[in-house]
C-alpha cells in the first residue's frame, strides 16, 4: 500500500479549513449548505472520490457541484458510483466522518483501513458543476483534493446533474456489451435524439413546448438539444439567463411550480391556453409539465401524472410485443405520490410504495424488469433490467404490430436515461407518449382527477422522536399519536395523513388529502396541530391554523 502524502494533505488542509461550530451531513442529496462555507467539504470530498475510486479498482466516480433546485445562496457536491448511480449507502458514513474530521489525516487512516483500501491501486474522477457564482471556487477546492491522491481527473465542466451521471456511466462501461454510448455531451445528445426521432416517426407535427430552464444550466443543455432535435420537436425556450446574480431558481423551474402551483410569473404572458409547458430545475433532473385550460386556469401536471402516462404506456407496449407474460412492468412510489395517482396504476401495473428518496425508489424499481418511479416532485426515471434488454434484443416477433411494439421498447431504452432522473430525457420521454397517443395536457391531465392535498411542516425540537414503519406511511414513536391521525383522517371523505421526521432539520413533515380542498387542509392543520402538542410545543406559538 502506497503512504499517504501527510505533509501535502497538512498544507492544504490549512489552505481548505474547516469552519467552527459546523457540522456537515452527506445525506441523498450530498452536501448542501451555503456555498460559501463549502471550502474545506469540497476539497475532502475529492479526496473520498479519490478513494473510492482506488476500492473500486479504478473505475471511474463521478463528482457533481450543484445544489439543484436550492436558492443561488446554496451549493452542495455529490458523489456518483460507476455505473451512474447514487454513492454506496456505507460510504455516506465515510463522507460524514471525513468533512467533519479536526484531524484529517488520522481520520483518513481511518477510513482506509475500514475500508480496507489499497492505495496503490489507479484512481480516475469525472467532475461537473452547475451555473451558480459559487462553482468555480468550490471546484478549485475539489481539485486540490483530488491532487492529493494523484487522481486522474476529468473536468467535464458546466453541465447538468444527468449528463454527468450518464457520462459515468459511459466511461465505465466503454467497450462492453451493456456499453451506455459514447462518453461525450455530443454522445449523450445524438444517443437521446436519435431514439426520439424514431419513437415519433410518422407522427402528426407536435405544437411548440414552451420550456422554462430556472435560470439554470439546463438552459445551457436546452439549447444544445434543440440543435439535435431539429424540427423533430419544435421548443421554445425561457428563463434562460444563466449570468445575472440571484435569477437561478427564484419565482420559476420545477420546485417553484410543485411548491406554489401556479405559472412562474414570468411566463404569465406567454403560455397560451391549452399550449404544454414544462418547468427544469436549476440542474435539470426534475421536470414538471402544466398547461392553462380554456378558462386560462393553471393545470399542473406532477410526477404523479408523468409516472402515470409513463407507466401505462409502456405497459401496453410490452403487451403489443406479445411480452406480457415474460416482461413484468412495475410502479414505484413514495407516500406522498398522490392517492388517485396510486388507483389508477394499480390497475394497470403492480405498485410498491418505498420510503421517501430516490435511492430507496432507485432500489425497489431494479426488482421490476421494467421499474418506472417518479417522485411527485418530478424526479424519477425508468429502469429496464439488463436480462429484460437482453431479451428485447433477443425476441422473434410473430406479427408486424409486435415488431413496431419492440422496436418502440428497444428504442425507449435508448431514449430514456437510466442512470438517474434527467429532466430533458423525461421530457422527451412524455412527448413520445403524447405523439402516440394523439394527447394534449388537456387529455393527459383528465385520465384521472389529483385528491386535494396539503403538506404542512412543523417545527419540533427532536425529529427523531418521531419514527415511522411501512414507509413511512405509519408512526411508531410517539406512542399513540398514530391511532389519533387515524381517527381525525376517517371523519373526512377519502382522507388520508401521515407524518414523518426530515431526514435534514428538526421538523416533522405533514402530508394530508381528501375529496374536498377546505377539507383537505384541515385535516393537515389538525395532525399538525396533534404533532405540535405531542412534541411539546409553546402553546403561544402555535400557528393560528393548527386551532
Not at 463521478?62 to 455505473?83: C, F, I, Q, R, W
Not at 402515470?308 to 410502479?331: H, M, P, Q, R
Not at 434484443?393 to 411494439?405: C, G
Request: hydrophobic share 40%; proline share 5%; aromatic share 6%.
Amino acid at each position: 500500500m502506497s503512504p499517504l502524502s501527510t505533509d501535502t494533505i497538512q498544507a492544504l488542509s490549512h489552505v481548505h479549513a474547516k469552519p467552527d461550530n459546523i457540522r456537515f451531513q452527506y445525506g441523498t442529496a450530498g452536501f448542501r449548505t451555503l456555498g460559501n462555507i463549502l471550502d474545506s467539504v469540497l476539497f475532502r470530498t475529492g479526496i473520498l472520490a479519490g478513494l473510492r475510486s482506488k476500492k473500486l479498482d479504478g473505475q471511474t466516480i463521478g463528482v457533481m457541484v450543484t445544489a439543484s433546485h436550492n436558492p443561488e445562496a446554496d451549493n452542495g457536491v455529490k458523489l456518483v458510483d460507476p455505473y451512474g448511480e447514487m454513492l454506496e449507502a456505507s460510504w455516506e458514513i465515510y463522507a460524514t466522518k471525513l468533512a467533519n474530521a479536526p484531524d484529517l489525516i488520522s481520520a483518513l487512516e481511518d477510513v482506509i483501513r475500514d475500508a480496507d483500501i489499497d492505495l496503490s491501486k489507479p484512481s480516475h474522477v469525472v467532475y461537473a458543476r452547475d451555473t451558480r457564482p459559487s462553482g468555480p471556487a468550490l471546484v478549485a477546492a475539489l481539485e486540490d483534493g483530488l491532487k492529493v491522491l494523484n487522481v486522474d481527473a476529468r473536468d467535464a465542466g458546466v453541465t447538468t446533474t444527468p449528463i454527468l451521471h450518464y457520462l459515468v456511466r459511459a466511461i465505465n462501461t466503454k467497450g462492453t456489451k451493456n456499453s451506455y454510448g459514447e462518453d461525450s455531451e455530443q454522445g449523450y445528445f445524438e444517443k437521446m435524439t436519435n431514439a426520439f426521432k424514431k419513437l415519433v416517426a410518422g407522427r402528426p407535427p407536435r405544437d411548440s413546448l414552451l420550456i422554462d430552464c430556472a435560470n439554470g444550466v439546463g438552459a445551457k443543455a436546452a439549447v444544445e438539444l434543440s440543435e439535435y432535435l431539429g424540427d423533430s420537436l419544435p421548443i421554445t425556450l425561457e428563463n434562460t439567463d444563466t449570468t445575472t446574480p440571484g435569477v437561478l431558481n427564484n419565482m420559476c423551474g420545477a420546485d417553484f411550480v410543485k411548491t406554489t402551483q401556479k405559472l412562474p410569473p414570468s411566463l404569465a404572458n406567454k403560455l397560451k391556453p391549452g399550449q404544454r409547458g414544462c418547468s427544469l430545475d436549476g440542474d435539470a433532473d426534475r421536470l414538471m409539465y402544466f398547461y392553462l385550460d380554456e378558462r386560462g386556469q393553471f393545470r399542473m401536471l406532477d410526477g404523479d401524472k408523468i409516472a402515470t402516462l409513463v407507466g401505462s404506456f409502456i405497459g401496453e407496449l410490452v403487451k403489443s410485443a406479445g411480452l406480457e407474460d415474460k416482461i413484468k412492468v412495475g410502479s414505484v412510489q413514495t407516500a406522498y405520490a398522490n392517492g388517485a395517482s396510486t388507483k389508477y396504476l394499480s390497475e394497470r401495473l403492480p405498485v410498491r410504495c418505498v420510503s421517501t428518496g430516490v435511492k430507496h425508489l432507485h432500489h425497489a424499481a431494479e426488482n421490476f424488469d421494467v421499474g418506472v418511479y417518479f417522485e411527485a416532485n418530478g424526479h424519477g426515471t425508468v429502469l429496464f433490467s439488463p436480462a429484460t434488454t437482453d431479451r428485447l434484443r433477443e425476441y422473434q416477433p410473430s406479427t408486424p404490430a409486435q415488431q413496431t411494439a419492440l422496436e418502440h421498447l428497444i428504442n425507449l431504452t435508448l431514449l430514456i436515461n437510466q442512470a438517474v432522473g434527467d429532466a430533458l430525457s423525461d421530457m422527451l420521454l412524455v412527448e413520445v407518449v403524447l405523439a402516440h397517443k394523439n394527447y394534449t395536457g388537456i387529455e393527459w391531465d383528465s385520465l384521472y382527477s389529483d385528491l386535494p392535498n396539503r403538506l404542512v411542516k412543523v417545527v419540533v425540537a427532536d425529529r427523531n422522536a418521531f419514527q415511522t414503519e411501512d414507509a413511512e406511511r405509519r408512526l411508531v414513536r410517539p406512542e399513540g399519536l398514530q391511532a389519533r391521525i387515524e381517527e381525525l383522517a376517517h371523519r373526512y371523505e377519502g382522507g388520508r395523513s401521515f407524518v414523518r421526521p426530515s431526514g435534514t432539520e428538526d421538523v416533522v413533515r405533514v402530508y394530508a388529502e381528501a375529496v374536498i380542498r377546505t377539507q383537505a387542509d384541515e385535516l393537515a392543520f389538525r395532525v399538525a396541530g396533534l404533532v405540535y402538542d405531542t412534541a411539546g410545543g409553546d402553546p403561544a406559538r402555535r400557528p393560528k391554523e393548527f386551532l
